[in-house]
C-alpha cells in the first residue's frame, strides 16, 4: 500500500502539478442544489490537473447528518489514484487524539490531515504514527488574525524568534516516519521563506491563493524543494465557484484550475531555471 507522500508525488508528476483543489461546496454559492452532484462534476472535470484534494469538513459537518452521507459519497467519486486531504485541523489531548486519528484516518480513510500544535507533541503523536498517512501541522495560517499569536517573539536560551518559526522547528524533530508537513498561507511569503530555510525537505500545504489574494509567484519560488516539488497550493473558491450558472459550473471549473496550474508551472519553471 503506497504512503501519502508516494501518491502525492506520482499524481504530482503524472498531471505535472502542485495544485489542490477544495472541495469545499458552500450552498449559498453553489449553481446547483445537489452537493454530491455538485462535487462529482468539480472532481470529473479537474481530475487531470490536480496532485490532490482537500475537503474542509466543516462544510459537510453544517449540512448535519446528510452532509456526513455527501462527504462519504463525494470521496467515493475521487479517482484512488489522486490524495485526499482532510482539512479537519484536529488536536486535543492524548487520548481524544486517538480517536481523532482514528476517525480520520481508518474510518474516513483521509490520505493526510491537518492538525493543530497548541496542544503539543503528545496531543499529535496518535497522528504521526501512522507513518503512511500525512500529518500537516498548522504553522503559520493564511488569515489576518495569525499574527496575533504566530508572530509573537518567543525566547529560548536567550534567542528570539517568532512563534511559527518555533512550530517549525518543533515539526522537523517530530519528523520521525517522513510523515509531517507544515501548513503555510500564501498570503504570508516572507515566512514561507523562513520556514523552507529551517525545514528543507518538509513538504508545504499552502492555502490562501485565489480569494484570499495570496502571492503565487512568490509562494511558489520560496514553498518548493531543490527539486520544484515539496509543495501543494490550494484553491477552493476561485476555482469551484469559477461560474454561478448551472450549465457550465464544470467547465469554468476546469479552466480556472488549468490556468492556476499552468501558472504554478510557470513560476516553478522560471525558478528551476
Not at 481523532?100 to 507533541?121: H, K
Not at 498561507?185 to 523552507?196: I, L
Request: aromatic letters at 8%; a negative charge.
Amino acid at each position: 500500500m503506497s504512503t501519502f507522500h508516494e501518491k502525492l508525488i506520482s499524481a504530482s508528476r503524472k498531471n505535472t502539478s502542485l495544485l489542490c483543489v477544495g472541495l469545499d461546496p458552500d450552498p449559498a454559492l453553489m449553481p446547483v442544489k445537489n452537493v454530491v452532484e455538485f462535487n462529482r462534476a468539480i472532481i470529473e472535470a479537474t481530475a487531470d490537473l490536480v496532485c490532490c484534494y482537500k475537503p474542509n469538513l466543516a462544510f459537510y459537518e453544517s449540512m448535519g447528518y446528510p452532509g456526513l452521507e455527501t462527504l462519504k459519497l463525494t470521496l467515493e467519486h475521487i479517482p484512488n489514484d489522486i490524495p485526499v486531504i482532510g482539512d479537519a485541523k484536529r488536536g486535543d489531548i492524548g487520548s481524544t487524539a486517538q480517536a481523532y486519528a482514528s476517525a480520520m484516518f481508518q474510518q474516513w480513510g483521509f490520505d493526510a490531515l491537518t492538525v493543530n500544535p497548541y496542544l503539543g507533541m503528545d496531543a499529535l503523536d496518535p497522528f504521526f504514527e501512522y507513518a503512511d498517512k500525512g500529518v500537516l501541522v498548522l504553522c503559520h495560517t493564511s488569515n489576518p488574525g495569525a499574527a496575533d499569536f504566530q508572530e509573537l517573539l518567543v525566547e529560548q536560551e536567550g534567542e528570539y524568534r517568532p512563534l511559527y518559526e518555533y512550530v517549525a522547528l518543533k515539526a522537523s524533530a517530530w519528523n520521525r516516519h517522513g510523515n509531517v508537513g507544515l501548513v503555510m498561507g500564501a498570503t504570508y511569503p516572507q515566512q514561507m521563506q523562513k520556514v523552507r530555510e529551517i525545514c528543507p525537505d518538509m513538504l508545504i500545504l499552502a492555502p490562501g491563493i485565489g480569494t484570499q489574494g495570496g502571492d503565487l509567484e512568490n509562494t511558489v519560488k520560496y514553498g518548493v524543494n531543490t527539486n520544484g516539488e515539496g509543495l501543494i497550493i490550494n484553491s477552493s473558491r476561485s476555482i469551484i465557484f469559477a461560474s454561478k450558472d448551472s450549465a457550465d459550473y464544470a467547465e469554468k471549473a476546469k479552466l480556472a484550475a488549468q490556468e492556476l496550474r499552468d501558472s504554478i508551472n510557470r513560476a516553478r519553471s522560471e525558478i528551476m531555471l
